[in-house]
């Protein structure tokens, strides 16, 4: 089992930036892949960025140039650096962790809330 544990999320006003961090534990040696997700109310789960063992990383078009995905192996942490924010950013961001195809292990989320 792997346990992840989101941190960083707030409110900001548009254009500031915020650092989300997600502590993983447990059988992280498992997971080939972590990522970010976010859900907006009434809206569908989307992927925002992730990043392999190799190193790597992919992102939604919606935040390319903006957001930058990274991991510190030696803290077992993922980050989520997120610049030039935007109103619609504004949702609920959960760190996920995938041993094969799909999601196996979800967070619990951290809210983002970008004012315009």
């Known amino acids: 089992q792997v346990q992840l544990v989101e941190s960083g999320g707030g409110l900001v006003q548009a254009g500031g930036s915020l650092r989300l961090s997600c502590a993983a534990s447990?059988?992280?040696?498992?997971?080939?892949?972590m990522g970010w997700y976010r859900q907006a109310p009434g809206m569908e789960r989307e992927q925002v960025a992730s990043?392999?063992?190799?190193?790597?990383?992919l992102y939604a078009d919606s935040v390319k140039g903006r957001f930058t995905i990274s991991r510190d192996n030696t803290k077992s942490t993922l980050y989520l650096q997120m610049n030039s924010l935007k109103p619609e950013d504004t949702a609920m961001y959960y760190c996920?962790?995938?041993?094969?195809?799909?999601?196996?292990?979800w967070g619990q989320g951290t809210q983002v809330t970008v004012s315009s």
């Open positions: 990043i392999s063992n190799s190193g790597g990383t």
């Open positions: 447990g059988s992280i040696f498992r997971l080939n892949a």
């Open positions: 996920a962790g995938t041993e094969g195809v799909t999601v196996d292990y």
